[in-house]
């Protein structure tokens, strides 16, 4: 199964710890928005391409708004934080 975490908060540790215990067994992506472009994971993670500009956080795969839209689709569950 394909998951989608996406994370508004930098602080909340719990979404990146559930997203690492699903990806033992799913295909897990996080989708990291707002002030969460600074948080860091060794999953799959992309960033929203004008939340990681307006804070100048780099590292990240960003994406764009429509990317964000058909990431929405391509997962089996999207799960927000």
């Not at 997203?19 to 060794?42: F, G, M, P, T």
Request: hydrophobic residues 40%.
């Amino acid at each position: 199964m394909k998951i989608l975490h996406i994370i508004r908060n930098p602080n909340d540790k719990t979404p990146i710890e559930v997203a690492k215990a699903q990806s033992r067994d799913n295909e897990v992506a996080i989708l990291l928005l707002h002030d969460a472009v600074y948080a860091k994971s060794d999953l799959t993670t992309y960033a929203c391409a004008e939340d990681a500009g307006a804070r100048g956080v780099t590292g990240h795969e960003c994406v764009g708004y429509d990317r964000i839209v058909e990431m929405l689709f391509e997962y089996d569950k999207v799960v927000s934080w």
